[in-house]
């Protein structure tokens, strides 16, 4: 992706809709967990992140960022 498509903050933007905050560096993203977490709420960390990926897939494919 060109660094003017900001793909990152898109990614970071719908994350938030699924209740995760991450945070963008370029097109990668970085996690934060605590410290102490289990391992069903690591499944659903991720499981919401999958969602929002693919939300931002269905987004920039749109845009015509990306091809699905």
């Known amino acids: 992706f060109s660094p003017t498509d900001n793909v990152g903050g898109i990614i970071s933007n719908i994350c938030l809709k699924h209740g995760l905050i991450l945070r963008p560096v370029g097109d990668s993203m970085c996690f934060c967990p605590p410290l102490v ?3 069903s709420e690591i499944n659903a960390l991720f499981d919401a992140f999958q969602d929002a990926l693919n939300e931002g897939l269905d ?3 749109k845009e015509g960022k990306a091809v699905a």
Request: overall charge negative; charged content about 15%; hydrophobic content about 35%.
């Open 59 to 61: 987004h920039l494919t």
């Open 37 to 39: 977490i289990t391992e």
